[in-house]
Structures are given as C-alpha cells and as structure tokens.
C-alpha cells in the first residue's frame, strides 16, 4: 500500500488509504447569509460551527486546520497560478480540501393551537412545532479547485409543547437549551449528515502530503505530516513528479496532472 506525497513538480497518490492516516481538511464557516432575518449571534453561529468541526475530528478519519491556516487558503483562493501552471494552491496551507457549507433550511413550523411568538416571519412557542435544518456541503479539491461534491444535509425534528420562551431576545443565548430543542436537534442531525457526505467522498480520495526536505547524500525525505496525521513509523510512500499539468483551454483551470514515478 502506498500513498501520495506532492512537492511542487512532485506528486504522489494512494488508490487506498491507509487506515490511521488522516486527510487534513480546511472548514469555513457556515454561512448564514439565507437567514440574518433570524439575527442569530455570531457567537450562535460559531458554536455550530464548530460542533460541525468537532464531529469530523471525533470521526478520526481528519485533521481540521486551525482558523489562521484557513484563513490563508481562503486568501489563496485569489491567486493566479504560475505561468509554468503548477498550482500555487496548497503551498502555503498543508491542506488537501476545503469544506464549504451554506445553511440552506432554517426553520420551524407550528402545528395546532396555541400562542408564541414571531421572529423572522416563524412562530415560537405554539403548542407543537416542527423544526428543519438543512446545510449546503460544498467540497474543493485545494490545488486544483476541482467540486468533490455538492449536496444538502437536512435534518428535521418535531416535539409538542415546545417554546423558546416570550422573551424574544434571549432566543438564540443558551445553546444547550437550543441543543435540547427541535430546531437545535435538527441542526444535530443535519450536521451528522453533513460529516456522513465528507467521509464517504474522502475516503475515496488519496492520502496526500507535501515534501518538505529532501537530502541527496543520504537520500531522506522530509514531509509535512507528522503523528497527529495518523503518520507511524514505518510507513513506505511513493512519490510522483509531475510531468504535466492540464488546463481547461476557456478557463485555465487545473483540471487534472500526469504523474512519472
């Protein structure tokens, strides 16, 4: 079993990917442009967020960057690539996708009698509600900015007697009673789903990693993975130089790479 590792004009890929090795992705934060009628605080939002993170580390299967790295990759995004079209995606940020996610559904419907009251043209507090939840998943492929995947994660809930209380302003300040909620256990399960897409369509992806040093005296490679990686001792890799690089002809996007061992 081999795997992929790339350095500039050197690439290497994995039909199979080890186990214990854990692809590195870079998560943006979810947005919330859909539904800022609702006025959810960015301390809300970013508690999501980062419940969404959390549950794709617990998989075990990735490493999520931490927000300084992923703010580079998004500046990234901006850059043109070399007149010799190497990618300059990924050089400054060890990531191998980026996951995007839009808050597509954000709702609660109430069923039967009952008071509440209205925040962003839904009624809170009737004496039933049903609550959905859906997040757009996008996910790129970092040097070749490639779509891995479009698709909706939607997660649905229902309970009686449910309400935020009369006091509309302190709706969205306790998260673990929002948690405990039909909208926040809509929220849970959309998420859940959410993290099922990424894991299905990574793991059919290539382990890869950047080469960081390599000495022609005693012909060692340096990469740029380390333990938290899922990188052991003993693991072989097979490294790839690029030998051409694939362009769509209108846009001049990288589309695709012919790889020498």
Not at 64 to 92: F, H, P, T, Y
Not at 93 to 107: C, N
Not at 207 to 231: L, M, P, R, Y
Request: proline share 3%.
């Amino acid at each position: 079993t081999f795997a992929f590792v790339v350095l500039s004009l050197l690439t290497v890929f994995a039909p199979c990917q080890e186990r214990h090795l854990k692809m590195r992705l870079a998560v943006a934060p979810l947005d919330w442009t859909t539904f800022e009628n609702w006025n959810v605080p960015q301390g809300f939002q970013q508690a999501i967020y980062e419940k969404l993170t959390k549950k794709l580390v617990d998989t075990g299967r990735f490493v999520v960057l931490e927000r300084e790295a992923l703010d580079a990759l998004l500046k990234e995004q901006a850059i043109k690539e070399e007149n010799s079209g190497e990618s300059m995606k990924g050089k400054i940020v060890p990531a191998q996708a980026l996951v995007k996610g839009k808050v597509s559904d954000f709702e609660v419907n109430e069923r039967g009698g009952g008071g509440g009251v209205n925040i962003g043209g839904v009624r809170i507090g009737a004496s039933a509600s049903q609550a959905k939840v859906g997040i757009n998943v996008r996910l790129f492929d970092v040097d070749t900015s490639e779509v891995l995947l479009t698709e909706t994660a939607t997660g649905t809930a229902s309970a009686g007697g449910f309400s935020f209380g009369g006091n509309v302003g302190n709706v969205f300040t306790d998260f673990d009673a929002y948690q405990k909620s039909p909208l926040g256990k809509a929220t849970t399960t959309a998420i859940d789903k959410a993290v099922e897409l990424i894991v299905k369509k990574m793991e059919k992806r290539p382990w890869t990693c950047k080469v960081a040093d390599f000495d022609k005296d005693s012909k060692e490679v340096a990469i740029n993975a380390g333990s938290d990686a899922g990188v052991m001792e003993g693991d072989t890799f097979d490294i790839m130089r690029v030998t051409k690089v694939i362009k769509d002809p209108d846009t001049g996007q990288v589309i695709g790479m012919r790889t020498q061992k």
